[in-house]
């Protein structure tokens, strides 16, 4: 599977982006998806998750600003994120593992986009 992440930008605080990721294969449907993200200096940290079967986990920090979905049929995955603080800036990637359920630890994921940078200016 091949991710191919996009949508970052930047934007000033208090706005939204919408972050995308493409996914390649013809199972993408059975793929548990999420969204990690890397500020500079800190580890990488879970921002949410959604199973094949649309079972969806936040982060503390962005639950009620964010929203994943996806859709099947494009085989791509969205993260929508509102209110945006200069603290969410950073790279965004997007994971994927095969009938993968909620985890926060990054060597669950098999699969990795190349991230896609989201700066927010306060």
């Known amino acids: 599977v091949q991710l191919q992440a996009s949508g970052g930008g930047l934007v000033q605080a208090g706005g939204s982006l919408r972050l995308s990721c493409a996914a390649s294969?013809?199972?993408?449907?059975?793929?548990?998806m999420g969204w990690f993200r890397q500020a500079p200096g800190k580890q990488r940290e879970l921002v949410a998750t959604?199973?094949?079967?649309?079972?969806?986990n936040y982060a503390d920090t962005v639950k009620g600003r964010f929203t994943i979905s996806r859709d099947n049929a494009k085989n791509t995955v969205y993260l929508q994120m509102n209110s945006l603080k200069s603290e969410d800036t950073a790279v965004y990637y997007c994971?994927?593992?095969?009938?993968?359920?909620?985890?926060?630890?990054?060597?669950?994921?098999?699969?990795w986009g190349q991230g896609t940078l989201v700066t927010v200016s306060s």
């Open positions: 994971v994927a593992r095969p009938h993968g359920y909620y985890s926060t630890n990054p060597e669950y994921y098999n699969y």
């Open positions: 294969g013809r199972t993408f449907s059975t793929y548990g």
């Open positions: 959604i199973t094949s079967g649309g079972n969806i």
